[in-house]
Structures are given as structure tokens and as C-alpha cells.
């Protein structure tokens, strides 16, 4: 295996997945994990991750110097690349050229680590930081205009790159980073998702003994995968929950149960939206939203969940470094339903299961095609927790409830009829807090604006806008406005992410 140092990246799981994509089983730890434990893993490599910080600011996370001494092949990125020039004994500055974005590296394609690429690389920089002294017994790789790029020991398989290979604006990441695993590492290329999900069913068995497991279901690839590895770990040890919280889409809840009854898995289905819609009335905040969805999903949740049951979510790797540092010291950006305070405090009691929580979307969707679901379930666009709450903008109500559930249904049916839902990331709708002029037959009309939104995706952490032909979105906005009482505009996003970010909030 490679094992991967969390010194708090963003971008610290895409190294994993990207590893993970060349069959070299991957692994996350934090970069202050006792050397004893590091050692029983017996890694064939080590990647040292990106961060946030600065290495000379007190405090800073710093690398234990006598893993540098290991005997195994060692990859710094970005922040890992300074930790190991602070611990052998060089020196980093603030410099006073910042990179970030494309930057055009200059390499020695005669060490393995560059082997077989082009001597110039176009690569992605995100730093302000500077090696400004090589340690003892170093040498250069590759420069840029405003750094060294890269390094690596004169004779030890010590190595250090600037960039980022994991990104995917990294033209040559990929092949660095095969360098690194598989003639630098001596890896072996078997790893597959059906690995994976032995792995998984036996740890599950393992984990769970005779309790009893409480799973939350969506119907969504990841809860499906979820319930599905659950189920063959453990059977009718398993109860899946599937909460109406009122904010879902059009005729979900009936769709979902039936669902996972022609899969052998009977889901109790719980009604609850009443109580939601009324916690959420007058809410216009969309962290407010997200966490009176949360805290209620809990509050129905726990009538179900005994003092000896385990807690089982969905939770993709995404979701986690959006929320909260999972092993390292990430930067949090926005909260999500199944990181509230009541399930983090069944975290620190190991109570909660969350077999899928260092997988990306496609990974999941690899492991539920080794489990054998459809095609309908793994491609099934992702739906949030809070529903529709967070794709209407403003106050939740009953009447703009109506209005969102109708359209999105047009729109997700358009995009099925004309080939395209399969194509693209995440299609839906958003209904927003404006109204508009508009004209139906002879009268003037002041109603609701609707926006759509589509993205191509491969891990949800970076998105672009899809570029429909212009008759699907003129059909789609057409159907809208004349089959729906209440909107009268219908307008297309054409943001990615980053700047933005998928959901409207």
C-alpha cells in the first residue's frame, strides 16, 4: 500500500483516489500518526499531503524526521515538500512570488520520478511559500520561474514536488505519480473495488458483532451502496430508515421503498414532514436550514436507534472535508445534515458506521457495480439531505414546495426522454427568491423565477456547467412555464466550481 500523511489539504483524498486509479490500495492517516502504527502498516511508500499552513509559523503541523528514515520510498506535495525541508534541515520562506493556477515547470526527465515525460510540464501551483535553502545532500528536479519545483535526496528515494500531481490540471500528474507508486515504490497494480468490498463486509461483520445497525436510506447511490454492503454483511441485523422529511422530490418516498423491496431489503418508512416543514417555516438562512434538517433527521432517527445500536450513514469523503478536519487540519466550508453535534457525539462514542467515508462519487459507483446494482441506482443524480429546502432560496413553504416538486420533475423527465440525464453529474432545479415580469395572453404577470442547473463532474470536488443544446433547455423552459402555475422565467446556471459550488446553498 501507499500511505498518505493528512497535513490538512483539500486536496489530500484526490491524491488517495488518484493512487487508488493506477490499483495500488491507498490509505489516509493523520501526519502525527505514532511511528508504531505507521511501521505496522508496512507501507511501500509514504505521500506527504498539501496544507493551509505556513511550516515556519509556530505551530505548524512539522513531519516526525524519523519517518524520513523508514527505508521507504517518501513523495512531499506542496506543504510536504517544506515539511521535508524543514526537517532535513533546509529552509523556507514566505516568498515574494505567489503561484496559483497553471504554472509551466521545467523538469529532469532522467530521474525516475519525471521518466518518460517531456522535459517542460504544465502544472497547477497553490502556494506562497518558497524552499528557500535545499537541505544537505539535495538536488533540484525541477524549477519554474519562481521556485525550485521539485527535489529529491541524492541518494535515498526522498522526493519533493511544489505542484500538485493530483490535480487534474496537472497534465502529467497522473504518470508522476504512477512513477512514484509503481518503479519508484515497487507497488503492485492489484487492487480493485472488489477488494474493497470484501475488505469492507468483513470489517463490517468485525465492527458490528451481534448489535444491531440502524441505516439511514435516500435511495441515492451512496445510501444504496451503503444499505446494500450493510445487508450483505450483516442481514437482518440491519434497519433501514428511510425518513419523509417533506422536502423531497415528487413521489420519492413510494419510489425509493419499492426500490429496495425488489432488492430483498424491507426499508420502514418513516412520514415526518409536517414536523419538518413546521421547524423550518420562516427560515431563510441556508445554514439554519441545513441544520434544522439535520437536527430533526436526528430527533426522528433516534426513536429508532437503541442505547446498543450503531448509527450507519452514507458519508463520502467530500462531505467530511466540507465540514469538519477528518485527519488532518483541514479548513471547514460548509455544514452538512450528517455532521451535526448529535451524530459527531456518537462519532467520539463509536457509534456511527461510515464504511464509504474516504470514497469519492465514482468510487461508490464502482463499488455498487461490484455489488451488482443497476444502472438506474449507481447513476441516479445526488440528492441533498435538506432536500429541496436548499434549492428553494427563502422561506420553505407549501405553495413554493408544490411549484419545485412539479418543475424538477419536468426537467429531470426532459433530461431522461433525450438522452442526456445520463450524461451529466447532477441536473435540478432551484426556485428563487425573485419574481419577474412576464406576459400570458393578454395579461401582465408577476411570478416566480426558476433557475436550472447541470454539471459534468467526476468527484463533485471540481464542476463545470454543461453545455445543453439550446432546443432540450427551450423545451424544458417552455413545459415549465405553461404547465405550472407560479413561474414564468426560467433561467440556466452557467457557474462551475470552483468559484461556486454545485448546490445554490
Not at 489539504?9 to 488518484?18: P, T
Not at 515525460?117 to 520561474?145: G, I, N, Y
Not at 428553494?392 to 433525450?418: P, W
Request: proline share 6%.
Amino acid at each position: 500500500m501507499i500511505v498518505v500523511l493528512d497535513f490538512g489539504s483539500q486536496y489530500n483524498q484526490l491524491i488517495a483516489r488518484k493512487v487508488r486509479q493506477l490499483n495500488v490500495y491507498t490509505e489516509i492517516v493523520p501526519y502525527n500518526i505514532p511511528l508504531s502504527e505507521l511501521r505496522k502498516k508496512n507501507p511501500q511508500g509514504i505521500i506527504l499531503s498539501g496544507g493551509p499552513a505556513n511550516i515556519y509559523a509556530p505551530g505548524a503541523p512539522r513531519l516526525n524526521k524519523k519517518i524520513l528514515e523508514l527505508g521507504v520510498p517518501i513523495l512531499g506535495i506542496c506543504y510536504g515538500m517544506q515539511a521535508i525541508t524543514v526537517a532535513m534541515g533546509g529552509k523556507v520562506a514566505h516568498s515574494d512570488r505567489r503561484e496559483y493556477g497553471h504554472a509551466v515547470l521545467d523538469c529532469d526527465t532522467s530521474d525516475p520520478l519525471f521518466a518518460h515525460l517531456e522535459p517542460k510540464q504544465r502544472v497547477w501551483m497553490s502556494h506562497q511559500d518558497r524552499v528557500e535553502a535545499l537541505p544537505p545532500d539535495f538536488k533540484v528536479l525541477a524549477t519554474t520561474e519562481a521556485c525550485p519545483a521539485a527535489f529529491r535526496h541524492a541518494t535515498r528515494p526522498i522526493f519533493g514536488v511544489q505542484f500538485h500531481p493530483e490535480v487534474h490540471h496537472t497534465v502529467s500528474g497522473v504518470e508522476i505519480l504512477r512513477n512514484f507508486a509503481i518503479p519508484i515504490c515497487g507497488c503492485r497494480t492489484d487492487w480493485r473495488m472488489e477488494n474493497f468490498v470484501k475488505r469492507t463486509v468483513r470489517d463490517l461483520r468485525e465492527q458490528v458483532g451481534d448489535r444491531r445497525v440502524v441505516c439511514g436510506v435516500s435511495g441515492g447511490v451512496d445510501s444504496t451502496v451503503l444499505a446494500t454492503l450493510l445487508h450483505r454483511a450483516i442481514g437482518d441485523q440491519l434497519e433501514p430508515v428511510f425518513v419523509d422529511n417533506g422536502v423531497l422530490r415528487k413521489n420519492e418516498a413510494e419510489i425509493v421503498r419499492k426500490r429496495f423491496e425488489t432488492m430483498g431489503i424491507p426499508v420502514n418508512l418513516v412520514r415526518a414532514g409536517a414536523s419538518f416543514l413546521s421547524h423550518l417555516k420562516g427560515v431563510t438562512n441556508p445554514e439554519q436550514k441545513r441544520r434544522i434538517v439535520g437536527r430533526e433527521f436526528i430527533r426522528v432517527f433516534f426513536k429508532h436507534l437503541g442505547k446498543n445500536d450503531l448509527l450507519a450513514q452514507g458519508t463520502l469523503y467530500p462531505d467530511v472535508i466540507e465540514s469538519v478536519s477528518t485527519k488532518g487540519p483541514s479548513a471547514t466550508i460548509k455544514t452538512h445534515h450528517n455532521r451535526v453535534k448529535e451524530v459527531l457525539r456518537l462519532i467520539e462514542q463509536g457509534r456511527v458506521i461510515e464504511p464509504l467515508r474516504e470514497l469519492f462519487k465514482d468510487e461508490v459507483r464502482e463499488v455498487g457495480k461490484a455489488l451488482g446494482l443497476t444502472k438506474e441506482i449507481l447513476w441516479r443524480h445526488p440528492f441533498p439531505g435538506p432536500g429541496l429546502a436548499i434549492r428553494i432560496l427563502g422561506e420553505v413553504t407549501a405553495k413554493r414546495l408544490k411549484m419545485l416538486r412539479e418543475a424538477d420533475a419536468i426537467y429531470l423527465e426532459e433530461l431522461k426522454n433525450s438522452g442526456e440525464y445520463y450524461n451529466v453529474w447532477q441536473g435540478f432545479s432551484v426556485l428563487l427568491p425573485v419574481k419577474a415580469v412576464g406576459v400570458m395572453g393578454d395579461e401582465r404577470t408577476y411570478e416566480h423565477v426558476l433557475a436550472l442547473r447541470a454539471v459534468e463532474s467526476v468527484d463533485g470536488m471540481t464542476a463545470d456547467w454543461v453545455r445543453f443544446p439550446h432546443e432540450l433547455l427551450g423545451r424544458v423552459s417552455n413545459r415549465i412555464i405553461n404547465e405550472i402555475r407560479g413561474i414564468n422565467r426560467v433561467v440556466y446556471d452557467v457557474s462551475s466550481k470552483p468559484p461556486s459550488t454545485i448546490e445554490w446553498e
